[in-house]
């Protein structure tokens, strides 16, 4: 059965991975840098501060969290464990795989840490906000960068699902621990608006 799943999962990289044209290789290698969210934060911590005003390092705690959760879950214990190697380290698919400005990415890709972190803060803030529109906006992020992954070679589809169930659990194991708040905090837990 592993062997089916990792069949299917080689087989829709490629697919998926072959998806590419030259205007697009920037553009997703742009997605896929971590420095280039660094604004995208500045804006949500912006409007923390401006919403939540006295009980906003309480919210921004619970991002940095989250996010470090994620992050310290999917790159220092799944990875370590499954050594699962990437498709651009993947000696049956070298010549098969398109790859972005020769990035490789580390040795082993199972979860995708890209995706646990964006899937996480998306998760979080869709429990936090409750407003379609935000909710709609950081997860089309999170699948962007996510697929960014694919589209680089740095990635497997099974990679990317695994490090968003990883992202999406954190959120919730934070956002259920934040219910245990003193009363004076519950006003933080679903019924902001952005």
Known sequence: MLTLLNQLDTELFLFLNRLHVPWLDPVM???SLTKV????YLLLAGWVIYRYR??????LLAIGLTIVLSDRISSGVIKPAVC??????EPDLQDKVHIVNDYRGGR??????HAANSFALAMLISLLV???RWVALFFLWAILVSYSRIY???????????????GIMCAYIVFKAMQYLPCS???LLGKSEM
Do not use: E, N, Q
């Not at 969210?37 to 995208?40: R, S, T």
């Open 152 to 166: 680089l070679g740095v990635h497997y589809p099974g990679d990317i699902f695994g490090g968003a169930l990883v």
């Open 29 to 31: 290698w742009f997605l």
């Open 108 to 113: 082993y890709g199972f979860v995708s840490s």
């Open 185 to 187: 905090y519950r006003p």
């Open 130 to 132: 409750r407003k379609r």
């Open 84 to 89: 699962r190697l990437r498709p651009s380290h």
């Open 54 to 59: 006295r009980l906003s390092w309480v919210v």
């Open 37 to 40: 969210w660094i604004p995208l």
